[in-house]
């Protein structure tokens, strides 16, 4: 039998833990904020420890979808659902339709998507069971080149704020994973002349990617300790940590990966060592962009239009928070607090006319 059971954390308005026996779903729903507008993040399966872990995860990604929507100037609040499984092992469509039943409950607070783990054909089979669905293959689709594209733009701006540069000619960055959106990015930056390094857990995707984009790749662990410019993680969370910000030799961390910093403090570790971190969730938004773009009819140009603003967007960001000595991250964090504000300010003014008439 199916079961939702609520948890109560603080700073969230509503998490939800889903179970059912019979699919073998495991799974918990976070909705941060809706301030801006219904709860969009991707479905995330990944084999975690447990639920504590699983928890940490949720949340963490809700709030950084909240914080992701407002910085890209978006009408959509944070949200984030994760499957505990492995997706080779665990992934069924019983499964998936088990899940969009749950995600159908919350009744249209909460928008889910693909994610690590996840794709537009599992979204295909989710729909089945629910319309709060996006990234569907017949209308936006993969994501991946968004992201990717929004990516690239967040490094042109890292690269004209910290060397001046406005080429990318020359410049060497460290991929670390080259699944599909840091394949893709490997694609693009190799177009703009840019030296690659390349690694991943598949060996064969990395050799792959470097045979196409004239790449060095190397083993995994590897990746922190290479002479690049730029270290680009494309994979898991938690890789800026006590253990490899002492060996990176570069000038810039930009990447696509969410959750990137173990912990918030590795933000001012980075800055001891004069690297500028690019916050994830300001530089990985392309996809999300891509979604808003879904409806009536997807329109691509338009898309990576938007999506291209990252650049802007980072420029004024790292402009700001040289200004103000304070980390990228926390002027990120401070400038995403500026624009809920304006809006609940907004919607609360919109009530008071709305009562006086």
Not at 64 to 92: C, D, N, Q, W
Not at 122 to 151: C, K
Not at 277 to 292: Q, S
């Amino acid at each position: 039998m199916s079961t939702a059971s609520s948890m109560n954390v603080p700073g969230y308005e509503q998490v939800v833990g889903c179970q059912d026996p019979a699919s073998g779903l495991r799974a918990i729903i976070a909705i941060h904020d809706t301030t801006l507008g219904p709860a969009l993040g991707g479905c995330r399966m990944y084999a975690y420890d447990g639920e504590e872990q699983a928890l940490d995860d949720v949340l963490r990604l809700s709030r950084g979808m909240t914080y992701k929507s407002a910085m890209a100037e978006l009408p959509f609040g944070g949200g984030k659902g994760v499957i505990i499984g492995s997706p080779r092992e665990h992934k069924s469509e019983k499964l998936l339709k088990t899940f969009g039943r749950f995600v159908d409950s919350l009744d249209g607070r909460y928008i889910t998507a693909e994610d690590m783990g996840t794709s537009a054909a599992d979204m295909e089979i989710i729909r089945t069971q629910t319309r709060h669905v996006a990234g569907l293959p017949e209308r936006s689709g993969d994501p991946s080149s968004a992201t990717a594209w929004g990516v690239f733009q967040g490094i042109r701006a890292a690269v004209r704020h910290v060397f001046g540069w406005e080429s990318l000619e020359g410049l060497t960055v460290a991929i670390q994973g080259v699944g599909n959106v840091g394949g893709h990015l490997a694609d693009t930056l190799s177009l703009a002349g840019a030296r690659l390094i390349v690694t991943d857990i598949n060996e064969d995707a990395a050799h792959e990617v470097s045979s196409r984009t004239f790449a060095r790749a190397v083993a995994p662990d590897d990746i922190f300790d290479t002479d690049a410019d730029v270290f680009a993680p494309c994979a898991m969370g938690a890789v800026l940590n006590d253990e490899t910000i002492p060996r990176f030799s570069v000038r810039i961390v930009a990447g696509p990966a969410n959750n990137q910093l173990a912990e918030d403090r590795h933000a001012d570790s980075l800055i001891d060592r004069d690297i500028l971190y690019t916050p994830d969730y300001v530089i990985n938004a392309g996809g999300i962009i891509n979604i808003h773009y879904e409806k009536p009819a997807y329109d691509r140009q338009a898309a990576f239009a938007h999506v291209a603003g990252i650049y802007d967007t980072l420029v004024d960001l790292f402009r700001r928070a040289k200004a103000e000595g304070v980390s990228p991250l926390l002027m990120a964090d401070c400038m995403a607090e500026e624009r809920l504000a304006v809006a609940r300010h907004d919607g609360l003014t919109r009530e008071k006319i709305a009562a006086v008439g």
